[in-house]
């Protein structure tokens, strides 16, 4: 598989030339609305696209530093700026890249459906599997973020009491979801490793092959939204549930 190298990011730079020296960075421009060819330095492009700029510039320079520090860089962002990015990344998965695979997938079964059953079964764990990532992410977004959200309304200012009031009868059901999500999250990854790991015998056969690249691909960006989600975004939210847990009691 080809390694990409990618240089620090410097505003000259347009998302045209940023993608061009590494692909997966592709995903990134495309969940937050802007276009691959686009040949504009991103010092000059509307910041209205960007809940913020520098969140954005680091997301891109995750890609080629995956490993268990590079999530320090985003300790400071503010908890409206994680929770926008984990919304806007949910939203992509479900109406670009899921849908993408399933169509790779439904394309390779009409065309070679007789020679290679497996791919029934292949389609039948994918639906499977987008099931579950749907059903995770509308518990989130149901739970966690309003709570992320409320809890940053406190923050800026302690005499609110609307969002006291909101996140003394519902941090409950936030917090049974953050504590069992490592759990769904490890069972995901077995499922994972399954499909990851099985080889077709017919190596004349290469339908198999693009599928497991474009999912492995995805893994990948869901592995930095994971580790986001799990070690920074939830983190402050224990922390600041901490903060006031007094008031709250």
Not at 116 to 125: A, M, N, Q
């Amino acid at each position: 598989m080809q390694n990409f190298v990618l240089k620090m990011i410097n505003t000259e730079q347009s998302p045209y030339n940023i993608i061009k020296e590494c692909e997966p960075t592709r995903h990134v421009f495309q969940r937050y609305g802007l276009s691959s060819k686009n040949s504009t330095p991103l010092a000059k492009i509307d910041k209205s696209s960007f809940t913020d700029y520098a969140f954005f510039v680091d997301l891109l320079e995750t890609y080629e530093n995956i490993d268990e520090t590079f999530v320090n860089v985003f300790e400071h962002y503010n908890l409206p700026v994680l929770t926008d990015y984990l919304k806007r990344s949910h939203d992509y998965y479900l109406a670009v890249r899921l849908p993408h695979i399933e169509k790779m997938i439904r394309e390779q079964i009409e065309r070679h459906q007789d020679s290679h059953p497996v791919l029934l079964v292949l389609k039948e764990f994918f639906e499977m599997y987008r099931a579950d990532l749907e059903e995770h992410f509308q518990e989130e977004e149901e739970s966690v973020f309003p709570l992320a959200i409320h809890l940053f309304k406190l923050q800026e200012n302690p005499l609110e009491q609307e969002s006291l009031i909101w996140i003394a009868q519902n941090k409950k059901g936030a917090l049974d979801f953050i504590e069992n999500h490592k759990n769904e999250t490890s069972d995901l990854k077995e499922i994972n490793s399954a499909f990851l790991g099985y080889n077709v015998r017919d190596k004349s056969f290469t339908g198999h092959e693009l599928i497991l690249k474009e999912f492995n691909d995805f893994q990948k960006d869901l592995r930095i939204h994971a580790s986001i989600e799990d070690f920074v975004f939830g983190k402050k939210v224990h922390e600041l549930l901490q903060t006031y847990q007094r008031r709250l009691n």
